[in-house]
Every structure is written in structure tokens, then in C-alpha cells.
């Protein structure tokens, strides 16, 4: 008899042992380097440019603890399980955003400018709304499979977004595109950011319910699986969404990426090549198409192609022409593979947009090649731990959002840097997390809330069986 106890209680033990560990404790040890990391980066910025260490120095240092703190703790009540390196990799990036741009803020170039305003208090603030809505999206979206129930109603709302700066009144131009609102008391908002979180939610509801219809061939073609005519419908709209976006908005960065988006998510969903295929032709037959006729696209298409010259045409005072892309280029051939030095470059020579498009040939000649390839690589681990948490999603839908939220945050990093290097043409994103800008920031956590969510639901041990009394009995009874 009691032996049979034993082994009913050992089995039961068994059983409620099944699980992760939350690896709470782990993600906490890495915050504290989030945080540590951009300090010591302030107090050498400050070190360098005055020789003593910042008066801000403890404040900022305090702040960015806050951040994370509150950040760590919302996701370790409502969130237990979730992946454990986004959120200090997304804490990291906006530590020393926050510091290249307050470097930015000491330069004496800069602040002769009759447009200068501190950017560094204003770019906390927006880190402060940013992880609030972070908090927000955790608190509240108890399961990321509600988002499905909404899925026209999500494409609604991103072209009403998209279509927003286009309204008279509302919209403003800023050099050439057209993506920005201004709101009264507030500033400029950027619709796009946020419209590319709820496309993603879109894309992911429509594509599990027809995905088995795009799967389907009709005939084989040079190696490769035609799709029916019928099927093509979507990716035409969409294609021909990003045309419109970038016609009537002159923004190429935010066509590229929803198209982009939209091809990944759909190649994920039929595991078919041939979408790969037609998306690129497509994306570069409208490309080639717009540059043929919209200005402000050549310019950037020619300011790609030859940055000397449209810098030497700027310098002549020939308007419309950017010297910008030269001076990144120099900012980055400076820098050479070590750097010159957090404080001690002179990027701040490239004037507008220093802070905020081109931020990243700061990091290329203060830190360096080693410096950028490490920057880099933290947004290739965040893709990378996107990417995890769609594999281990147990939903069809949890999958394609999480592809797809990973999916955009990876061609926004593409299309800026690319730009910023001379890769591609410049497209006037931001950069996640460490540009300035406040709708860049404030999406982009919201954007990591929602990963974490799905991963929450996909590393959440499966709840232990109930006990089966018939089961226990006849162990009981049995001799």
C-alpha cells in the first residue's frame, strides 16, 4: 500500500515539474549592461567634449533605470515567459541612441543653426511614451489571437493612416516627402510607423485564411511554381498600394517596407519561391516606374549614384541637390575600424538630419567599423529572437505576426543603413530605436510589447493534467 502511495505521488510530481523556466532572473542581469553600457558611453561622451564628466550624468543614468525597471517588471508579472533578450537589446539601442544624439546636442556647429533645438530631453520623453504604450500592449492584450478578430478592420485603419498626411491642412511636406501630420501644441507625427504594426496584423489574418489558396500551382515555368491569376489579386493591390504611397507621398522607404513585408509574410505562409521572385520584379518594374517621372526620387536615385557630384552641385548653391550621402560617406571612412572616439568625430559637419537619417554615420566614425557591425548585430538579434518566437508559436496566426513584425523591423534596419552607406538609395526611415524621432521610438516598442506577447504564449508550459480518480483507485485496489 504504501509503496503504491509512492508512486502515485511521485508521478504526480512529474507531471507539475513540466515546463520552462521564465528566465526572469536572466533577462534582469542583462538589463542592468542595457543600462550600465550607455552611462559609461555618456560619461565619456561628456569626458571627451569638456574634459569632466557630465552634470546629467546620474539623472540620465537614473532614467534609463527607470525605464528598464518598470519595463522588467511588467513583463515579469504579465508576461512571465517571454523571450528574455528583446527587451534589454531594445533598452541597449535606446541608451545609446539617447547619448549619440545628446553628443550631437554639444556641438557648437549644430547649435549656430537658427533651427536647433535640444533634441536629447525630447527623445527621452518619447522613450518614456514609447515604453508606456510597451506596458500598454502587455497589460492589455492578454492574447495576441484577439488581434485576428480585427483583421479588415486593421486595413482599414492603416490605409486611414497612410492616407492621413495626404489631407489638406493636416499633412505637412518636410524636404520633398510628404509622410509627416502637425498637430497643433504637439509637433509632427509620422502615421507610417504605426500603420506598419497594423498592416502586419492585417497581412497575418488575411494570409491564414487563404494561404492554402496561394499555395496552390498551376504550372511550372523555368523551375519555378506559376500562382493561378486569381491568386496574384493581393499582391497586386498591395503593389499597387506601395506605388500610390510612394507617387502621392514621395516616400520610398515606407512603400519598400510594406511591399517587403508583405512578400516575406506571403512566402512564409505558401513556402512557394515563386512570390519572392514576382515581388522583386514588381517592386523594381514600380521603382524604375516612379523614378521615371517623380523629382524628389531622382534626386536621391542621383544623389546614390554619384554623391560627389550632387555634393560639389550643393556647394554651387544649385537647389534640390543633397550633399549629405558624401558627408556620411566620409564620417564612415574616418572612423576607419576602431573609431575615432565617443565625442571626438565630426559628424555633427552633416548639418540636417545629423540626429536623426544619418545618426548612424556617427556611431561609423566614433566607434568605428567594429562599432557599427556591433550595432548591427543587436538588431540582428532582435530579428533573430522574432524569428524564434515565430517558430515556437503554436498558431498559425501568432506565426505570420510575429514574421511579419520581425520581418519590418529587419527592412527598416536594411533600407536606413543601406541608405546611410551608399548601398541603396537614401529613403528617410529612421532607425529603430536610436534615431531621433518620436514616432519611430514610441512604434517600435510597441512593435517589441507585441512580440513578447506572442513569445509569453508560445513558451508557456502547457498546464498539468487534472488527476484521474478511476486511475488512482485501481492502483489503490490493485494487489
Known sequence: MSSTSNTST????????????????????????????PVFAYANVGLAINDQVPSGLLGYGLGLGLLAAVGHIVVRKF????????????????????????????????????????????????????LAL????????????????????????????LLLPLVPGLGANIYGAKIWISIPGIGTIQPGEFAKIVIAVFFAGYLMVKRDALALASRRFMGLYLPR????????????????????????????????????MLYVATERTSWIVFGLLMSAAGAVGVASFEPHVQQRVQAWLDPMGEYLKSKEGLIG?????????????????????????????IGFAANSDFILAT????????????????????????????LAARDPFGKLLAVGLSGAFALQVFVVAGGVMGLIPLTGMTLPFVAYGGSSV?????????????????????????????AEMTQVVRP
Open 442 to 470: 514610441i512604434a517600435n516598442w510597441a512593435l517589441v510589447g507585441i512580440l513578447l506577447r506572442i513569445s509569453d504564449t508560445a513558451r508557456r508550459p502547457a498546464p498539468s493534467p487534472a488527476p484521474n480518480p478511476d
Open 10 to 37: 511521485h508521478h504526480t510530481s512529474t507531471i507539475g515539474a513540466i515546463g520552462a523556466p521564465s528566465r526572469r532572473n536572466t533577462e534582469l542581469a542583462l538589463l542592468v549592461f542595457a543600462v550600465v553600457i
Open 363 to 390: 556611431f561609423g566614425e566614433e566607434l568605428g567599423l567594429a562599432g557599427v557591425m556591433a550595432i548591427l548585430l543587436i538588431y540582428g538579434l532582435i530579428v533573430e529572437r522574432g524569428v524564434r518566437t515565430a
Open 321 to 349: 541637390h543633397s550633399e549629405q550621402s558624401a558627408e556620411a560617406l566620409w564620417a564612415f571612412g574616418s572612423g576607419g575600424v576602431l573609431g575615432t572616439g565617443l565625442g571626438q568625430g565630426n559628424s555633427d559637419l
Open 134 to 161: 510597451f506596458v500598454a500592449v502587455l497589460v492589455f492584450l492578454k492574447d495576441h489571437r484577439v488581434l485576428q478578430r480585427y483583421t479588415y478592420i486593421s486595413m482599414a485603419l492603416a490605409l486611414f493612416l
Open 229 to 264: 491569376g486569381r491568386d496574384l489579386g493581393p499582391i497586386i493591390v498591395v503593389w499597387a498600394m506601395s506605388i500610390l504611397i510612394l507617387v502621392f507621398e514621395t516616400d520610398l522607404g515606407t512603400s519598400l517596407l510594406f511591399f517587403g513585408m508583405f512578400v516575406v
Open 79 to 130: 508576461a512571465p515567459y517571454a523571450d528574455p533578450l528583446m527587451l534589454p537589446l531594445a533598452t541597449l539601442l535606446n541608451g545609446i541612441g539617447l547619448v549619440a544624439i545628446w553628443r550631437l546636442d554639444q556641438s557648437e556647429r549644430l547649435q549656430a543653426r537658427d533651427t536647433f533645438v535640444e533634441a536629447a530631453p525630447r527623445q527621452l520623453m518619447y522613450s518614456a511614451l514609447g
